[in-house]
């Protein structure tokens, strides 16, 4: 008879027991995927300073940098030479400023110029580990930059996580760019993940000399997209070259002085805290 009770506590104790990852995660309110159809669009820009803007206002901020490949985070926070420790619940991510942390696979290389030669299995397992061993703590957004594309990498959050609150995607005014973007608003669709709306980023250039906006980029593929997936338009982004210069230099944008690029990247902040407060 004993015996039996003893295998009753036994399996009523393995059921209590819950998975690594979930357990990890527990302490994270919301957590938000930032993706593009295609490279070269400024998703890691548009994450990183959503990142910095929301631990300004005083949110608790975590940015997991999920491009194995090509990791750009801790170049543009400054943090490339940084390396994450061990704490007693796992491995600790980079203090970037009292409410930002960061883990990259970038943090975790010798040589910065060396490639991260891995196939799709290496690959998923470093992300798992990102998720599950990172001591992320609690958090009231864990802002997740994704490699472009709808392959290995994003499938494979999103069926981590189990529940994703939100995405936002990134797209340029090209119809090259829209063609693929479309596949990450299907993407999200498919698989169920809220998209909070669009950013179009470069969608003009700052003349240096006057100040004013110059349309560069024509057509409307970005509107006609955002109808067809019944998706707002967060902010159109124009190209400002300070933007660019200060990521180069591990100088976050958003931490300057108040510009246009700014001012419109702030609706992209604002529509974040709205969805979620």
């Given amino acids: ?36 159809g295609k490279g070269g669009v400024g998703k890691s820009t548009v994450s990183a300073n959503l990142a910095a803007a929301l631990a300004r206002r005083g949110k608790r ?3 997991l940098d999920s491009d194995i490949h090509g990791p750009s985070i801790p170049t543009m926070f400054g943090i490339a030479d940084k390396r994450p420790e061990v704490g007693e619940k796992g491995i600790l991510p980079v203090q970037v400023a009292d409410n930002l942390k960061v883990m990259s696979i970038g943090l975790l290389l010798d040589d910065q110029d060396s490639p991260v030669v891995w196939r799709g299995p290496a ?25 472009p594309g709808t392959g290995d990498e994003p499938l494979s959050i999103v ?13 340029t005014p090209q119809d090259v760019a829209l063609t693929s973007v479309r596949k990450s608003l299907k993407f999200t669709e498919m698989l169920e993940v809220p998209v909070i709306g669009m950013v179009e980023n470069m969608s003009g ?16 593929s970005v509107e006609k997209a955002a109808k067809d ?10 190209i400002e070259p300070d933007v660019s210069s ?32």
């Fill in 1 to 36: 008879m004993s015996q039996n009770i003893q295998s009753a506590e036994s399996l009523v104790n393995s059921k209590v027991e819950e998975p690594k990852l979930v357990s990890n995660l527990r302490g994270i309110k919301n957590k938000l995927m930032v993706m593009s």
């Fill in 61 to 63: 901020v975590g940015l």
């Fill in 123 to 147: 690959k998923m397992g470093a992300i798992k580990q990102f998720l599950e061993e990172v001591d992320w703590g609690v958090l009231d957004y864990l802002i997740i930059d994704l490699p």
């Fill in 159 to 171: 069926q981590l996580l189990g529940k994703v609150d939100g995405a936002i995607v990134v797209t």
């Fill in 205 to 220: 250039v700052i003349c240096p000399h006057c100040n004013e906006e110059i349309q560069v980029f024509g057509g409307e």
């Fill in 229 to 238: 997936f019944n998706t707002p338009i967060l902010a159109t982004l124009p």
């Fill in 246 to 277: 200060s990521g180069d230099k591990g100088d976050v944008y958003v931490n300057d002085d108040k510009s246009i690029w700014k001012e419109k990247f702030d609706l992209i902040v604002n529509s974040v805290e709205e969805k979620f407060n």
